[in-house]
């Protein structure tokens, strides 16, 4: 088993900035992709970005370029550097741990609680 505990969430006005981590506990934290997803209300969950054991990340369309997603494997931690934030990207942002760094939630095996941020305008 993998547990994983966000942090870092909170309430931000548009253009402004935060930093997610995630921290890993149980296995080897270097054994695993990381993946960043968020679920506004009333929408389906879907991919932010995705980091593979190897350092190669993967991010959805829409935050290309504002987001970026980064890992300390001495810290057992994955980062998501949000800036440029807009009132879009409200929603409850989960980590996930699994095989590969993918779009799809599928390969990920672990996932963390939430942690919720709000962007206002």
């Known amino acids: 088993q993998v547990q994983l505990v966000e942090s870092g969430g909170g309430l931000v006005q548009a253009g402004g900035s935060l930093r997610l981590s995630c921290r890993a506990s149980?296995?080897?934290?270097?054994?695993?992709?990381m993946g960043w997803f968020r679920q506004a209300p009333g929408k389906e969950r879907e991919f932010v970005a995705g980091?593979?054991?190897?350092?190669?990340?993967v991010y959805t369309d829409s935050v290309k370029g504002r987001f970026t997603i980064s890992r300390d494997n001495a810290k057992n931690t994955v980062y998501l550097q949000m800036n440029s934030l807009k009132p879009e990207d409200t929603a409850v942002y989960y980590c996930?741990?699994?095989?590969?760094?993918?779009?799809?939630?599928?390969?990920?095996?672990?996932w963390g609680q939430g942690t919720q941020v709000t962007v206002s305008s």
């Open positions: 149980g296995r080897p934290f270097s054994n695993y992709a």
């Open positions: 996930a741990a699994g095989d590969m760094a993918s779009y799809s939630a599928s390969p990920y095996d672990f």
């Open positions: 980091i593979s054991k190897n350092g190669y990340t």
